[in-house]
C-alpha cells in the first residue's frame, strides 16, 4: 500500500460513511533518512528543538541525528533518559516536561515504543508537534493517535496525537537487534486476532466497525508475511515491508479514532503480562513479543470456541451467577495497586453486569453459526508460531518468564483493563473461561 496515498484519508467513506483523516504529513522510510528530517522541520517552519532519547537510542540514532539538525542550522536541545527500567511513566513525564523550556517549538523522538509513547504523551500535554525518529520496526504505535502509559500502576492507552512526520533509516532499521523485529512481527501477526474481535464487536454490541479501515490492516499484514523469509536474513525490502505495516495500522487507528484495528484480546493478554512482571520487579519482555504469545494463546481459544458445544441454559446459569464483590476480591488479588482503576471500570461499564450478559448471549445464539465460522477461518496457532520461531521470538510463556499461573489468569483476567468485546470475553459470556484459561496454561506455558 502507498503510505502517502493512504495518508489523504477520505473526507466520506464509502464503506462506512466516516470521514477518515490524520495529520501525518510524511512518512519517509528509505536510506538516508536521517539527512531530510532537518528540511522537513525547516519545510514546517521549526527551528528550536527539544530532541529525546534513551542511552541506547543515542547511540544507535540520536547523536547523528542531533549533529545534522545542529548542522542544518536548527537550535536542538538533547534529553538523553537513563533507559534501565524506563517506563512511560509518571517520572519520564517529569522528566520531559521539565526539559521541555517554552520557546521549544516542537519535541523529536528517536526510538521506538517507550520513547515514542513518552514524547507523544508529553508533546501533546505541552501543545507542541512532534516527529518520530524510528530505530527499529518493533511496534506499530508510531502513526496512532493512541499513547500506551503506566500510570497508577496501570497499563492504559491515552489519546494523544500523531507524529507531524515518521522517518526511519534502513540502514538503522535493518541493524535493529532481532529481537525487536521479532516483535515488530509479533505486533504485526496479533492482527489476525484483533481484527476479528473487532468484526464481533460490530456484530454482538453494534461497535462502529470499517470494512476499508480493516483492509488497511489485512493488506499490509499480507506483505508482511509474504517478506518473512526476508526478515530471517534482514533483507531491506522485508524490513521495509514490517515497517509500513507497522505505519500503516498506526494511520488505521488515526482513521478509526482509537487502537481498535490494531489491539484486540492478545494486547490485553500483554498489557496483563507487563504489569504482573512491574509488579514482581522482573524486566518485561518487549511488548511485540508478549503480543506474539498472546497471539498464540488467543487463536488457540479461537480453534477451540470454533467447536465449542454451547449449553446455553448454563451459559444463562453462568452469567446470573455473576457477584460484584466476589469479582472485586479477585481483581484485588490480580491485580494489586491497579485494582481500582480495573473495579472501576466494572463498575461503569457493567460487562459483565448479569442483564448484559444475556443480551448478548441471546445475540450469540442468534448469529452462533456465523461466529463459528469466522473463529474456524482464523489460522492456526502452529502457522503463527512457526513464523515467530523463524525469527527467534519466544513461542511459549516461560520463555519470557511468564508462569503457567500467570497464562491461566490473564485469560480470566485480561479483559477486565478494557471495555471491549473479544475473544476473551466471547468464552465468558460461553461460560467457557475456565476451560480456555486451563487450556492456555497447558499449551503455552
Known amino acids: ?52 532519547a534513551d542511552d541506547i537510542t543515542w547511540g544507535v540514532a540520536g547523536q547523528a541525528l542531533y549533529a545534522l539538525l ?18 512511560p511513566d509518571e517520572a519520564a513525564i517529569g522528566a520531559v516536561v521539565a526539559a521541555c ?16 509513547d513518552i514524547v507523544k504523551f508529553c508533546s501533546h500535554r505541552v501543545g507542541k508537534p512532534y516527529v518520530a525518529a524510528a530505530t ?22 491515552l489519546t494523544a496525537h500523531v507524529p507531524l512526520a515518521i522517518f526511519g533509516d534502513m540502514d538503522t532499521l535493518c541493524q535493529a537487534p532481532m529481537e525487536m523485529i521479532a516483535a515488530g512481527l509479533g505486533d504485526t501477526l496479533g492482527k489476525h486476532n484483533c481484527l476479528n474481535d473487532w468484526d464481533m464487536g460490530r456484530a454482538l454490541t453494534g461497535e462502529y466497525h470499517c470494512p476499508h479501515i ?30 509500513q505495516a507497522l505505519v500503516i495500522t498506526g494511520v488505521a487507528m488515526s482513521f478509526a479514532g482509537n487502537s481498535r484495528p490494531a489491539s484486540g484480546a492478545e494486547h490485553h493478554l500483554s498489557h496483563y503480562w507487563e504489569m504482573q512482571a512491574l509488579f514482581a520487579g522482573r ?30 441454559q448454563a451459559a444463562a446459569a453462568h452469567a446470573r451467577a455473576f457477584d460484584a464483590d466476589a469479582f472485586a476480591a479477585r481483581m484485588a488479588a490480580l491485580y494489586g495497586p491497579a485494582a481500582p482503576e480495573v473495579i472501576a471500570l466494572e463498575r461503569a461499564a457493567g460487562k459483565n453486569a448479569p442483564q448484559r450478559v444475556l443480551a448478548r448471549l441471546q445475540a450469540i445464539r442468534a448469529q452462533w453459526p456465523a461466529l463459528q465460522a469466522a473463529l474456524a477461518a482464523l489460522p492456526g496457532p502452529e502457522r503463527v508460531r512457526d513464523q515467530l520461531a523463524a525469527l527467534g ?23 477486565e483493563m478494557r471495555d471491549r468485546y473479544t475473544v476473551l470475553q466471547l468464552a465468558y459470556d460461553l461460560g467457557a473461561e475456565q476451560a480456555m484459561a486451563e487450556r492456555a496454561a497447558g499449551a503455552w506455558a
Open 1 to 52: 500500500m502507498d503510505i502517502q496515498a493512504a495518508l489523504l484519508g477520505a473526507a466520506r467513506c464509502p464503506a462506512c460513511g466516516q470521514a477518515h483523516g490524520t495529520s501525518l504529513l510524511r512518512v519517509d522510510i528509505g536510506r538516508d533518512a536521517w539527512a531530510r528530517v532537518a528540511p522537513f522541520l525547516m519545510e514546517q517552519g521549526l527551528s528550536r528543538l527539544l530532541v529525546v
Open 214 to 243: 480493516e483492509g488497511m490492516v489485512r493488506s499490509s499484514l499480507a506483505a508482511c508475511e509474504a517478506s518473512l523469509s526476508g526478515l530471517v536474513r534482514r533483507d531491506g525490502d522485508a524490513v521495509a515491508a514490517l515497517a
Open 283 to 312: 524486566k518485561p519482555a518487549l511488548h511485540g513479543l508478549k503480543v506474539g504469545l498472546g497471539t498464540l494463546v488467543t487463536l488457540d481459544i479461537a480453534r477451540a470456541l470454533a467447536g465449542w458445544q454451547v449449553n446455553w
Open 70 to 87: 545542529r548542522k542544518a542550522g536548527l537550535e536542538a536541545i538533547p534529553l538523553v533518559l537513563a533507559s534501565g527500567g524506563l517506563l
Open 101 to 116: 523550556p517554552p520557546d521549544v517549538q516542537a519535541l523529536v523522538a528517536v526510538g521506538t515504543g517507550t520513547v515514542g
Open 136 to 157: 527499529a520496526p518493533s511496534m506499530d504505535g508510531f502513526a496512532s493517535v493512541a499513547a500506551a502509559m503506566h500510570l497508577r500502576h496501570m497499563k492504559t492507552t
Open 393 to 415: 521470538a519466544p513461542t511459549r510463556a516461560g520463555q519470557m518468564g511468564i508462569s503457567a499461573q500467570e497464562v491461566a489468569d490473564a485469560v480470566l483476567a485480561a479483559k
